[in-house]
């Protein structure tokens, strides 16, 4: 029999690219999202879990959504860089409501110090947080499967460089404008979430 392993998890990311599913998620804190609410980063996230960090478990990922600020928004932009308010979202004032793992996922944008900055505010808040950071840009990583996203676009997709050598907000608009200039009948967030489901992890791992 194989063995299973259920993880309820957090994701804090800055913006709907990554966390913007086919339902907005209007969950209160604590709350657990539907498959409608999952966004493009919650799924990279869950294969990432199933295929790479516990191969060969039966998993169960439950994502769960996130604490807001005590003025109760809604943490995502730079908001996630600001150290007052990082510590406090990743601090569960009850503490059945706190997640088996939560993830801050950020863009570099350039800033190659922004990951140990990060850590270095919450290192002391939580044994059980992740702080990714992608280069330049979570774009770049839809962006690395090229065969992925001519998949999903039916369009030609072959750029003439590394997608992590691209400049911070390269990769962002350029698959704005592949999704634009597709034909599909497919809003942006659902074109982001399906280059997320087929994309290849292989290749994402070896070029991001």
Request: with cysteine.
């Amino acid at each position: 029999m194989t063995p299973q392993l259920g993880l309820r998890v957090v994701l804090y990311a800055e913006g709907p690219g990554e966390t913007l599913g086919g339902v907005p998620c209007t969950s209160a804190p604590g709350s657990l999202l539907t498959e409608a609410m999952l966004g493009p980063g919650h799924i990279l996230i869950r294969r990432l879990m199933k295929d790479r960090i516990f191969p060969g478990l039966e998993l169960v990922v439950k994502f769960e959504a996130p604490l807001k600020t005590r003025k109760g928004r809604v943490v995502q932009g730079s908001m996630l860089r600001h150290r007052q308010t990082l510590r406090q979202i990743v601090t569960w004032p009850n503490p059945k409501m706190k997640p088996d793992i939560a993830v801050i996922l950020v863009d570099q944008d350039g800033d190659l110090s922004r990951e140990k900055v990060l850590e270095g505010y919450v290192s002391d808040r939580s044994s059980n947080l992740v702080v990714g950071v992608a280069i330049r840009e979570f774009e770049a990583w839809l962006l690395s499967d090229h065969n992925a996203v001519r998949r999903v676009l039916h369009t030609h997709f072959n750029p003439l460089k590394s997608v992590e050598r691209m400049s911070p907000r390269e990769a962002k608009a350029l698959l704005s404008n592949l999704i634009g200039a597709s034909k599909i009948e497919l809003e942006a967030d659902e074109i982001r979430r399906e280059i997320t489901h087929s994309c290849d992890l292989g290749v994402l791992s070896k070029e991001c």
